[in-house]
């Protein structure tokens, strides 16, 4: 008798530590999974998404509505915080029973940030903040710089160390003094299945550089910068021997870009930046004029190639164009699942170079993911 109580109480004990043990993996597993998802259908909704994201100490989503956004003033969206915590921008949903972002599109146009040819788009200041950034299927247009800030303006100060990442982002049509789009990080930048095009330079604080990407962190080893299946095209620049090229830099770390075109911009196209101890390599990609600071290793890349755009403003591939299926579908850092208008990154075996896949339009596609 006294044994079977003491083998129920000892089984009550266990139960009991059981149930503890239960509960503070729950509470372990809540704190860390801490996050908050915003949908956002107009433009105020999304400012004021952004400021709640930058002080509620929690990793963030914004899902944004398919539409055009206006910046709220001048100074354009903006996302600024000294906090540890990471945001993601994307774009592209629309509404279904009700929810305004039930399911999303797969391609950069349908959400826009229009600044109207008056207002800078977005700015995005981490501070000393190590949270990531990632911004997916948005386009910004028509905007402005603001000083010597530019019209999209990522990282902002030398102390921000979060990993960067562009997918299926779309920059055109923007007049700025400064870069278009600018981001910098001691993290990783990683930019892919992106367009830069039909930008604007005019004379101010530099009016050269239409995009540049780095990846510096003079403290130590930078997550160093990945280019992948991306398309800069006819940018202008109208500065006295000025020049509009993407422009892409490392400090203590590798540079890698693979399946990226570069033609028909201002004077020069492509200009790599080795700020110190760093690795470049330039692979399965479309070069017109470039310019290389430091060595760079290039592997099976074309040069000064016209690449057959479809035209207009389109920059699209023709059907007969030389770049189709020549890109490395095992580029460091993948290729990702779908190009900037949505459709699959492959179509016919092999990744075509830059940032649209040749489409059978003959393969049915939903356009949602």
């Excluded at 914004?62 to 540890?84: C, E, Q, W």
């Excluded at 990993?163 to 892919?192: E, H, Y």
């Excluded at 430091?294 to 099976?300: K, L, M, N, Q």
Aim: net charge negative; glycine share 12%.
């Amino acid at each position: 008798m006294c044994r079977r109580i003491a083998l129920v109480a000892r089984q009550g004990t266990e139960a009991i530590i059981s149930l503890l043990l239960f509960a503070l993996a729950a509470v372990l597993i809540a704190g860390s999974a801490r996050a908050a998802t915003f949908c956002v259908t107009s433009s105020a909704e999304l400012q004021n998404a952004l400021n709640a994201a930058a002080a509620n100490d929690e990793d963030d989503e914004i899902r944004i509505y398919a539409t055009t956004f206006v910046p709220p003033t001048t100074h354009g969206f903006k996302y600024d915080t000294l906090k540890p915590y990471s945001l993601t921008l994307a774009g592209g949903y629309i509404a279904l029973l009700g929810n305004p972002c039930a399911m999303a599109l797969r391609n950069a146009n349908s959400t826009v940030i229009d600044g109207g040819g008056s207002r800078r788009l977005f700015g995005f200041v981490g501070y000393a903040n190590t949270g990531d950034l990632r911004i997916t299927r948005l386009t910004f247009r028509n905007g402005i710089n603001e000083t010597n800030s530019s019209p999209v303006d990522i990282g902002g100060t030398a102390l921000y160390n979060g990993n960067i990442t562009l997918d299926r982002v779309v920059v055109r049509d923007n007049i700025s003094a400064v870069q278009v789009i600018f981001a910098s990080s001691g993290g990783s930048v990683v930019v892919q299945n992106s367009v830069f095009a039909d930008n604007t330079l005019v004379p101010g604080y530099g009016g050269r550089k239409v995009a540049q990407f780095q990846s510096v962190n003079s403290n130590g080893p930078s997550g160093g910068v990945v280019f992948n299946g991306n398309t800069a095209a006819g940018n202008v620049s109208t500065v006295l021997n000025g020049s509009a090229e993407v422009v892409l830099g490392v400090s203590n770390g590798s540079l890698r870009v693979a399946n990226s075109n570069f033609w028909g911009n201002s004077s020069l196209d492509l200009e790599f930046a080795d700020f110190g101890n760093s690795t470049i390599t330039i692979r399965d990609s479309n070069i017109g004029i470039h310019s290389y600071w430091g060595p760079a290793i290039s592997t099976h890349n074309l040069y000064s190639i016209d690449p057959a755009f479809i035209g207009n403003g389109n920059y699209r591939l023709a059907g007969n164009s030389p770049l189709r299926d020549l890109g490395d579908n095992m580029a460091f850092g993948g290729i990702g699942s779908y190009d900037a208008a949505g459709g699959s990154r492959v179509m016919f075996g092999q990744v075509d170079i830059g940032a649209y896949e040749i489409q059978d339009d003959s393969i049915f596609k939903n356009g949602f993911e």
